[in-house]
């Protein structure tokens, strides 16, 4: 098992950003394919990886684990009980004793259940025992974000709750390039990460993804788009929305620089920094409600960092502090006219 591990991980390589990513080998996928993809290569290749969740078995609610149970038996892709609390702690389990355990959520609403055993046990199983013992290998899946539908209990965004627990990694990925070497890093990674899909792009959002096995590092923002005016950050879903408002002004004549976060937390703060310094202005979006979201921690980071260098009050646009809605979803969400009216006051402030 070690030599298969160690050809494994010399045939894995690692990468800042995905536009590092030089091979041609490549075949398009959408988002949730290429999230079928890297668990497939990490099952593949490592023996003692282990997939499981509610449906997991069957594929999926979103067909994330299609056809891995047919290829890898149910010692290593099941189903669960519908019990989240059980299945975190399940995973803290096989973490502890030298697996590389997958688990999946169905739903990120229906994480919290498991709260406890994520935040009290997983993120300070290192910590309580001196780094004698650890859970690191643990990933925890699960959907995220609005898809068009799903009222207040199929669209939440609570990446804040575990942004606020030191020793948890979270991430969340904008397409599927990033998805597949993010989560690959991520269940790699030597500590519990939260990996939140976004539900709305499964389907929606395709690319040409690479074959090959590859990582994308940990806590590194990316500069999607250059500019010089102002700075757009956020993640997930939300950087199709700000490249749609930064269209709106290029109109008028503003140079929008976007920066995707990719993990949340950590979060890679020196990026954000260099990009405030230069445009002198910032906003931040997030479907999450405003209060306490992450455009918080953010702003508060940047105008420490950034003071004397601001030209105009950072700006968040994010989702309003009500219980997630059904019909009055697009007026609830932050959408590119929003963003575009954010913009020009920060532009003439």
């Given at each position: 098992m070690q030599l298969l591990r160690r050809v494994y991980r010399f045939g894995s390589t690692k990468h800042r950003f995905a536009s590092d990513i030089t091979s041609t080998n490549r075949q398009k996928m959408n988002l949730f394919q290429a999230i079928n993809n890297a668990l497939d290569i990490e099952l593949g290749a490592n023996p003692k990886a282990l997939l499981f969740?509610?449906?997991?078995?069957?594929?999926?609610?979103?067909?994330?684990?299609?056809?891995?149970?047919?290829?890898?038996?149910?010692?290593?892709?099941?189903?669960?009980?519908?019990?989240?609390?059980?299945?975190?702690?399940?995973?803290?389990?096989?973490?502890?004793?030298?697996?590389?355990?997958?688990?999946?959520?169905?739903?990120?609403?229906?994480?919290?259940?498991?709260?406890?055993?994520?935040?009290?046990?997983?993120?300070?199983?290192?910590?309580?025992?001196?780094?004698?013992?650890?859970?690191?290998?643990?990933?925890?899946?699960?959907?995220?974000?609005?898809?068009?539908?799903?009222?207040?209990?199929?669209?939440?965004?609570?990446?804040?709750?575990?942004?606020?627990?030191?020793?948890?990694?979270?991430?969340?990925?904008?397409?599927?390039?990033?998805?597949?070497?993010?989560?690959?890093?991520?269940?790699?990674?030597?500590?519990?990460?939260?990996?939140?899909?976004?539900k709305a792009l499964y389907r929606n959002a395709e690319d040409e993804v690479p074959l090959d096995d590859y990582e994308l590092e940990l806590s590194k923002a990316e500069v999607v788009q250059q500019?010089?005016?102002?700075?757009?950050?956020?993640?997930?879903?939300?950087?199709?929305?700000?490249?749609?408002?930064?269209?709106?002004?290029?109109?008028?004549?503003?140079?929008?620089?976007?920066?995707d976060l990719q993990t949340i937390y950590p979060y890679d703060g020196q990026t954000l920094v260099d990009s405030v310094k230069k445009t002198g202005r910032c906003i931040i979006t997030h479907e999450a409600p405003q209060t306490c979201g992450m455009g918080a921690e953010l702003s508060a980071f940047i105008q420490e960092k950034c003071f004397l260098h601001l030209e105009a009050p950072i700006k968040r646009v994010a989702g309003y502090d009500t219980p997630f809605p059904l019909v009055h979803e697009p007026i609830y969400l932050p959408d590119k006219f929003k963003i575009y009216e954010a913009i020009k006051q920060s532009v003439n402030y």
């Open positions: 969740g509610e449906d997991v078995k069957f594929g999926g609610v979103f067909r994330c684990s299609q056809g891995l149970n047919e290829k890898y038996g149910t010692d290593r892709v099941f189903n669960t009980p519908l019990c989240e609390q059980g299945i975190g702690a399940f995973g803290i389990g096989l973490a502890s004793v030298g697996y590389t355990a997958i688990a999946e959520i169905q739903f990120g609403d229906y994480i919290f259940p498991a709260f406890d055993q994520i935040v009290n046990e997983a993120a300070k199983f290192r910590y309580r025992s001196g780094n004698q013992f650890n859970c690191g290998s643990l990933t925890i899946r699960s959907t995220w974000g609005a898809v068009g539908h799903g009222a207040l209990y199929h669209s939440q965004s609570p990446e804040a709750y575990f942004a606020h627990t030191p020793g948890l990694k979270v991430v969340v990925p904008r397409d599927p390039i990033q998805a597949k070497g993010l989560l690959l890093a991520s269940i790699r990674d030597k500590n519990p990460v939260i990996f939140f899909e976004p500019g010089k005016h102002i700075t757009l950050i956020g993640y997930g879903t939300s950087i199709r929305v700000l490249k749609e408002a930064s269209k709106l002004a290029e109109k008028d004549g503003v140079s929008c620089e976007i920066i």
